[in-house]
């Protein structure tokens, strides 16, 4: 089983550069954003 892994803001910055280039998944990256602003530092 998968390590879960918290999702950070850096990584949902990836993430929303990525889609932004491809123009795909757009609600993966709204999900991303969402779940990057819950995490505690």
Avoid at 20 to 29: E, I, P, V, Y
């Amino acid at each position: 089983m998968p390590k879960k892994s918290k999702m950070t803001k850096e990584a949902a910055r990836r993430i929303q550069s990525a889609t932004d280039r491809t123009g795909k998944s757009q609600d993966f990256k709204a999900r991303a954003m969402r779940a990057a602003s819950k995490q505690k530092k």
